[in-house]
């Protein structure tokens, strides 16, 4: 029975808006806003009721260890790459990867893209400040396309609310070629042989790493067809392909305009994506994010910085998942490699002694985030890769399971971040960084990435 009415009180969709709004956008003109929300509560949804709860008994599973999660795609997706070719090269890295997981976790892998939606970003500083002609110029920060535009112009960068029933509608546009691709075949696991996994033959890999990699991908399809052969119940589980949506819910005016009721169950559901997450920056207990959430039916991720106290997080299991029920609620933990020793497993044990029940899963993006001398933002692979490493010998230790990961990355050639087999440089990322936002795993990053993390996740079982 699904009791979520009983411990909702005084919650609606709109209860947010008497809390404190933290990173809330200053539009000029209210009346637009109320007219884009009055549009985007009469627009069909995004994503329906029925996907949402099968990704739920999903992320359920993964708590227990029985599947694992992985997500990932763009800091900021912007309009202008709704475009065929971008959203299919970041399909076909999340495919390779969860491949790649399939294979050395042997269990099924669930699917989430930060994409559909992925176009608000909260910011350090409401506005910004550069040389223009001379002379110094203030403007407001660009804040994503949901909001405004990256351009740095006084007109590009108003707070436009417009742009979210545009954003509705590019979310739509992606959803749409999504859905053909996955419909038309174009992921089918048995046939790897596809997928253009050729690049570790000559990527700058120590030996044993590459001969790991070489047999993984000789196995594959034979493993499959095997299993299948002997009738396993989990291979269809395992290559059937299906892609869930996700992103920050920044924007309230735009989250709480898709949140309605649907027929035949109880309670409210975001329709906008399938699983919404609160940042780092808007997770405050007694902030309008966190009452917006707690409402929903949808799963939710929360961001966990090393900031935050065990006590802090409890509250929030409590405040966001009080029936404390599986599959509802992700801690997404992103301490970065300096902290996360220390600051995750206090955490860790304080969540699991109180009995809730939680995903842990690991963002190593956000907390290792540096800036070079020439004032580039940047991630190394190794930090990536070294918390991700820790993350999993703490929950081995700990006894806790980690049941998924998050990543920015992009399936284009780009030149964010430094390291791995490929090698970026420092001196090599301003040929092609192409991110509004944070740096991203290339396609060869991300790629060796996640056959980096399935070996630590072997190891530490
Ligand atoms: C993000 O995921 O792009 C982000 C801003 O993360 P965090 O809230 O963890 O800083
Ligand atoms: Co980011």
Redesign the pocket.
């Known amino acids: 029975m699904n009791t979520a009415s009983n411990t909702n009180s005084g919650w609606t969709p709109d209860s947010w808006r008497s809390a404190p709004l933290a990173h809330g956008v200053e539009y000029p003109d209210r009346q637009a806003v109320a007219l884009a929300e009055k549009q985007l509560r009469e627009l069909p949804p995004l994503v329906t009721s029925w996907e949402i709860e099968r990704l739920r008994g999903f992320l359920a599973e993964a708590e227990e260890g029985k599947r694992f999660v992985l997500q990932g795609g763009d ?1 900021a997706e912007t309009l202008a790459d709704c475009k065929a070719s971008t959203i299919t090269s970041k399909l076909k890295i999340l495919l390779q990867m969860s491949l790649v997981l399939v294979h050395g976790l042997k269990k099924p892998v669930v699917r989430v893209g930060r994409f559909a939606g992925q176009y608000a ?2 910011r350090s500083s409401a506005t910004e400040t550069r040389e223009v002609g001379g002379s110094k110029v203030t403007l407001p920060s660009y804040f994503g396309d949901l909001f405004n535009s990256a351009e740095f112009t006084a007109e590009a960068r108003r707070p436009d609310p417009a742009l979210m029933v545009r954003g509705y509608k590019h979310a739509a546009l992606t959803l749409n070629f999504i859905r053909a691709l996955i419909d038309g075949g174009f992921a089918d696991l048995h046939h790897p042989e596809y997928w253009d996994l050729s690049f570790f033959h000559h990527a700058s890999l120590s030996e044993q790493v590459r001969a790991e990699y070489r047999r993984m991908t000789d196995n594959l399809a034979d493993g499959l067809r095997f299993m299948e052969a002997l009738g396993e119940k989990t291979v269809d589980d395992l290559t059937r392909v299906e892609f869930f949506t996700s992103h ?1 819910g920044l924007s309230l005016e735009y989250e709480s305009a898709q949140t309605r009721t649907v027929p035949r169950r109880e309670g409210h559901y975001n329709l906008s994506t399938h699983f919404p997450w609160i ?3 808007t997770r405050s207990l007694t902030g309008a994010h966190a009452e917006f959430f707690r409402g929903i039916r949808n799963p939710i991720g929360v ?1 966990i ?1 090393p900031k935050a106290t065990p006590a802090e997080v409890i509250a929030l299991c409590e405040k966001l998942n009080p029936l404390n029920e599986r599959g509802r609620l992700a801690l997404i933990c ?1 301490m970065g490699k300096p902290s996360v020793a220390q600051a995750l497993p206090p955490i860790v044990e304080a969540v699991h002694s109180a009995g809730k029940r939680v995903l842990w899963m690991c ?1 190593p993006m ?1 907390g290792n985030q540096i800036t070079t001398s020439s004032g580039i933002k940047t991630r190394s692979f190794d930090a990536i890769l070294g918390e991700l490493e820790e993350t999993c010998r703490v929950h081995a230790r700990l006894g806790t399971v980690l049941g998924g990961v998050h990543f ?1 990355l992009t399936g284009e050639d780009v030149t964010e971040c430094i390291g791995g087999g490929a090698g970026v440089t420092e001196a090599d990322l301003s040929s092609n960084y192409a991110s509004p936002c ?1 740096p991203r795993l290339n396609y060869q990053q991300a790629l060796e990435m996640a056959f980096l993390l399935s070996r630590a996740l072997s190891k530490s079982r």
């Open positions: 800091c970003k909260p920050e940042g780092e920056r961001k910085g992103r963002d956000h920015e944070d």
